[in-house]
């Protein structure tokens, strides 16, 4: 009886480390952007969410617009992580520091883009979203800079574009009609407080599961 109380106990202990190692495993997932996610992106320095909608620039490219909006509740401001057209990453897979990424405008199914073409209003490079349902071209590609391993949930990172090394900024400048109040998003040469980026709201992919709801879309 005590050989069969003792196996009793050592198979409890073993299925309770399994089941803990398991949760461990799992919230580790739930701390990284994974690819095939839908977040919202806010730079940290001036509280805006990365935006986009069907309005095209009235000079540069004459592309569809991005601008960085206050309202956190707008449903034109998800994108989704996507691989490099050559090199798609796996859906719900951590997205490494340094990989280079798509990010999709949910909406229009346009890529968050950079060319030699200036700003409207800070003479910077300008920002734009290009392509047809998620595809476009080769200055389509952001690489993502953090500090660690994968891109966790709730550091800052910055894109730098791959095609033109500049980084994804904003510095505060106001559009006036028809997008009035909207912040101008560009291109920077130099890494500083204004490319600073954060994932928030959105749904966060996880390998062969459910999408993970970090807010209601």
């Given at each position: ?28 997932e739930l701390n990284y952007v994974t690819c095939g996610s839908l977040v919202k ?26 601008t960085g909006v206050e309202n956190a509740d707008d449903a034109n401001s998800y994108w989704q992580i996507r691989g490099k057209p050559d090199r798609p ?129």
């Amino acid at each position: 009886m005590e050989i069969i109380h003792a196996v009793h106990v050592l198979v409890k202990s073993v299925l309770f480390l399994l089941l803990w190692v398991n949760c461990e495993g799992r919230e580790s997932e739930l701390n990284y952007v994974t690819c095939g996610s839908l977040v919202k992106l806010l730079n940290t320095r001036h509280n805006v969410r990365l935006h986009s909608h069907d309005v095209k620039y009235g000079s540069g490219s004459g592309q569809q617009s991005v601008t960085g909006v206050e309202n956190a509740d707008d449903a034109n401001s998800y994108w989704q992580i996507r691989g490099k057209p050559d090199r798609p990453c796996q859906r719900g897979v951590a997205v490494k520091c340094g990989q280079a990424i798509r990010i999709t405008h949910m909406k229009t199914g346009r890529n968050l883009h950079t060319h030699h073409f200036s700003s409207p209003l800070s003479n910077n490079q300008e920002v734009s979203a290009f392509g047809e349902n998620g595809e476009g071209d080769d200055l389509d590609v952001w690489a993502v800079q953090c500090d660690g391993d994968h891109w966790e949930r709730d550091e800052a990172v910055r894109f730098k574009h791959v095609g033109t090394d500049v980084y994804l900024s904003v510095t505060g400048e106001q559009y006036g009609h028809p997008i009035r109040g909207q912040r101008e998003v560009h291109g920077m040469s130099s890494a500083n407080q204004h490319n600073w980026w954060r994932s928030m709201e959105g749904v966060y992919i996880q390998p062969s599961q459910e999408p993970l709801r970090h807010d209601e879309l």
